[in-house]
């Protein structure tokens, strides 16, 4: 897949992740598709690695929207957090 592939593929498993996740998210729309595209790659890397499926097949979506999903609650975790002075 190419690079504009994987960012709209990415913007695609933002979207759901968010939907699937609603709330408020400290940094946004655009912090939310680069996190998308970021859980994309975490995702389908991490389920090709182990074997659960192949390039190309469908349920590399699902883990594509699993990895977007862990890395958005990590950034709500991160980015949430009150600061100290």
Do not use: Q
């Amino acid at each position: 897949m190419s690079v504009i592939g994987w960012i709209i593929f990415g913007l695609i498993v933002g979207i759901v992740a968010k939907f699937v996740m609603p709330g408020r998210d400290p940094g946004g729309f655009i912090v939310t598709v680069l996190l998308g595209v970021a859980g994309a790659l975490l995702g389908g890397y991490l389920g090709r690695a182990v074997g659960l499926y192949r390039e190309g097949d469908p349920v590399g979506f699902i883990m594509a929207v699993v990895g977007s999903i862990v890395l958005l609650i990590l950034y709500r975790v991160v980015a949430g957090r009150p600061r100290r002075a």
